[in-house]
C-alpha cells in the first residue's frame, strides 16, 4: 500500500450538496480503513456564514448521510474525526482576495504539523474554476517551493470541444498539467478499472481481444429516474453531455485502448489518449442519421403512478429538443478493432437502472450443431458497473438426452460474493488516489479534447442538421420503437434485468 502523506483538503463549495453526500462519507470510509495521513486536516471554504462547529455538524455529527455509520462508533471516536474539519466564510464572492485563506492555511498547517502539502477540492461550477485558480495563484497558493499542490475539478469538462480547450488552457494558466485532476466518478467504480484487469491479465481474453474474435460492443447506462430537480441543467446539457461523453467514452477508452508498457499512471493515460483519438469522427449528415438516435421520454404509468413527460418536468422548455436517450453506432479506425461496430446507449425513465458492457464474440467459422439452436445465442462477456457489479461468460453447454442440443449456461462472478473484501466507493477511491498523486483514474486535458472531437459533430448536427428526429418514448421502456434499427441485421440491444444473469428482454409493460 503506498503511503499518504500529510496533507490539507481544501474544499471550495463546501457548504453545496457533494460536500456532505459524498465527500465526506467518503472520507470517513479512509479514516475508518486508517487510510487518511497521521496529520490530517480539511478545510471548507464558500460563500455561506458558518463556524467550524456549524460545519462539522452540518457534514458529520447531523449529517443524513453519515446518520447509520455514526451509531456504529463511540463518541470519541466520531468526534476525533469531526474534529478534522474547519471552515473559512470567502464572504460574498469566490472572485475576492484570498490572503486570509492562506493565512487560515498557514496557521492550520502549523498547528497540526501537515506539511505544504495541500488538495483543492472545487466543489462548485465550472465557470468559478478559472476564476478560483487565479485567485490561488495570485495568493502564491499554488506553487509547490514548500510541498506539493493539486487542484480536482468536477465535471463537466467544458460545454463543446472549444469551452473545453477554454478550460483547460484557463486552468493551465495557473496550475501546471500535473497537478489538475479532472474527476470522473465511473473510473472509480471498481468493476470499470477491472476491465483493464480483465483484458490484461488473463489469457483466454487477452489474445481474443481483435476484430477476429469479436463480432460487435454494446454498453448500456440506463437511469430508472427522470431529471428529477436537474431540469434546468439537464435542459442545457442532454444525454450526449451528461454522460457519453466524459462517463461512456472513458469506458469506451477502455475497452480500445492497446496494451500500456505498464501500469503507471502515465502509461496508461497515454493509451486512453490513443484509444479515443481512434474513434472515427462521423462528420457527413447521411452517416449521422444512420448512426444516431436522440428521443425523450413522454408521460405515462408506471406501478399505477402517473409519470411526466420531459417536457413537462420542472425547468425544462416546452418545446425542448434535449435529448434523454442516446444511442450511438461508431467505428475504430485502427488495428485492432477495424469494421467492429460499437454501440452505446444512454438514457434516462428506463425500466431499471443498470450500467454494463457486452462483448458480443463471433460464432464459429464452421457450425457442428447447426440444428441445435446455437446460432442465435453468441458466446458473451457481460461486465455489470452497477448495480450487482460482477462479470458474466455466457457460453453453449449439451442438454442431458440424446442428440447434441445445445443451450446456454452463464459462469458468473459478483463482488458481493467477496465477503471478506470491502469494496471501495468510488469517490474513496479517487479521493485516495488524488491524496497519494496517483493519476491513473483521473482525465488528462488531452484526453478530456478527444473526447470532445467525437461528440463535438454529432451535438452541431442535432441542432442545425437536416433531416434531424426527435423521437419520444414513454417513461418505463427501453427508449423509442425504431432503437433497434441502429443494430439492424445484428440483432437488437440486451435488455439487462437488475439481477446480473437476468437475460432476455426484460421489461417494464406501462
Known amino acids: 500500500m503506498n503511503k499518504t502523506e500529510n496533507q490539507i483538503l481544501v474544499i471550495f463549495g463546501a457548504s453545496g450538496d457533494l460536500t456532505a453526500r459524498k465527500l465526506v462519507p467518503a472520507l470517513f470510509n479512509l479514516y475508518l480503513a486508517g487510510q487518511l495521513p497521521e496529520n490530517f486536516v480539511v478545510l471548507g471554504a464558500s460563500r455561506s456564514d458558518m463556524t467550524d462547529n456549524a460545519f462539522r455538524n452540518k457534514v458529520v455529527l447531523e449529517s443524513t448521510y453519515l446518520k447509520t455509520k455514526i451509531k ?34 498557514e496557521d492550520l498547517k502549523n498547528k497540526y504539523q501537515t506539511s505544504g502539502n495541500i488538495i483543492y477540492y472545487l466543489s462548485t461550477p465550472p465557470t468559478l474554476y478559472e476564476t478560483i485558480a487565479q485567485r490561488l495563484a495570485d495568493a502564491g497558493m499554488s506553487t509547490q517551493n514548500n510541498g506539493w499542490k493539486r487542484m480536482i475539478v468536477e465535471k463537466p469538462f467544458g460545454y463543446s470541444l472549444e469551452t473545453a480547450k477554454q478550460l483547460n488552457q484557463g486552468l493551465q494558466q495557473f496550475f501546471e498539467e500535473h497537478q489538475i485532476y479532472r474527476i470522473d466518478h465511473y473510473l472509480g467504480k471498481e468493476t470499470v478499472q477491472n476491465l483493464l484487469v480483465t483484458r490484461f491479465a488473463n489469457s483466454i481474453f487477452e489474445p481474443l481481444w481483435n476484430r477476429n474474435y469479436i463480432h460487435h460492443v454494446e454498453i448500456t447506462n440506463a437511469e430508472s429516474v427522470g431529471v428529477e ?241 426527435m423521437y419520444g418514448y414513454a417513461a418505463g421502456v427501453w427508449g423509442p420503437e425504431n432503437s433497434n434499427e441502429l443494430i439492424d441485421g445484428i440483432g437488437e440491444w440486451r435488455n439487462p434485468g437488475a439481477s446480473l444473469t437476468d437475460d432476455p428482454g426484460f421489461c417494464v409493460i406501462c
Open 72 to 105: 456504529e462508533h463511540s463518541d470519541d471516536y466520531i468526534k476525533a474525526f469531526a474534529n478534522k474539519f474547519f471552515y473559512e466564510d470567502l464572504g460574498g464572492s469566490y472572485d475576492t482576495d484570498y490572503g486570509r485563506l492562506r493565512k487560515r492555511v
Open 229 to 469: 430537480k436537474r431540469g434546468g441543467y439537464y435542459d442545457k446539457s442532454g444525454a450526449l453531455r451528461d454522460m457519453f461523453q466524459n462517463h461512456l467514452l472513458q469506458i469506451v477508452s477502455l475497452i480500445v485502448m492497446e496494451p500500456p508498457i505498464s501500469d503507471a499512471p502515465e502509461d496508461i493515460r497515454n493509451e486512453k489518449v490513443k484509444a479515443l483519438k481512434s474513434l472515427r469522427v462521423m462528420k457527413d449528415e447521411q452517416e449521422l442519421f444512420d448512426n444516431t438516435i436522440r428521443a425523450q421520454y413522454t408521460s405515462s404509468v408506471i406501478d399505477g403512478e402517473p409519470v411526466k413527460g420531459y417536457r413537462e418536468e420542472e425547468g425544462v422548455d416546452k418545446n425542448s429538443t434535449t435529448e434523454t436517450y442516446a444511442a450511438i453506432k461508431f467505428f475504430v479506425d485502427n488495428w485492432r478493432w477495424k469494421d467492429t461496430p460499437f454501440y452505446v446507449r444512454t438514457a434516462k425513465r428506463m425500466p431499471t437502472k443498470v450500467t454494463e458492457v457486452v462483448i458480443h464474440f463471433k460464432t464459429p467459422h464452421h457450425q457442428v450443431f447447426q440444428e441445435s439452436g446455437l446460432d442465435n445465442k453468441d458466446n458473451k462477456l457481460v461486465i455489470r458497473i452497477q448495480p450487482d457489479e460482477g462479470i458474466l461468460i455466457k457460453f453453449g453447454v449439451k442438454v442431458p438426452g440424446q442428440g447434441f442440443k445445445v443451450e446456454r449456461a452463464n459462469l458468473d462472478f459478483y463482488y458481493s460474493s467477496l465477503a471478506e473484501t470491502h469494496v471501495m466507493e468510488a469517490y474513496e477511491r479517487l479521493l485516495l488516489d488524488a491524496m497519494q498523486g496517483d493519476a491513473t483514474l483521473y482525465a488528462r486535458a488531452d484526453e478530456v479534447e478527444a473526447a470532445w472531437e467525437f461528440v463535438d459533430p454529432i451535438l452541431k448536427y442535432w441542432e442545425s442538421g437536416k433531416d434531424v428526429r
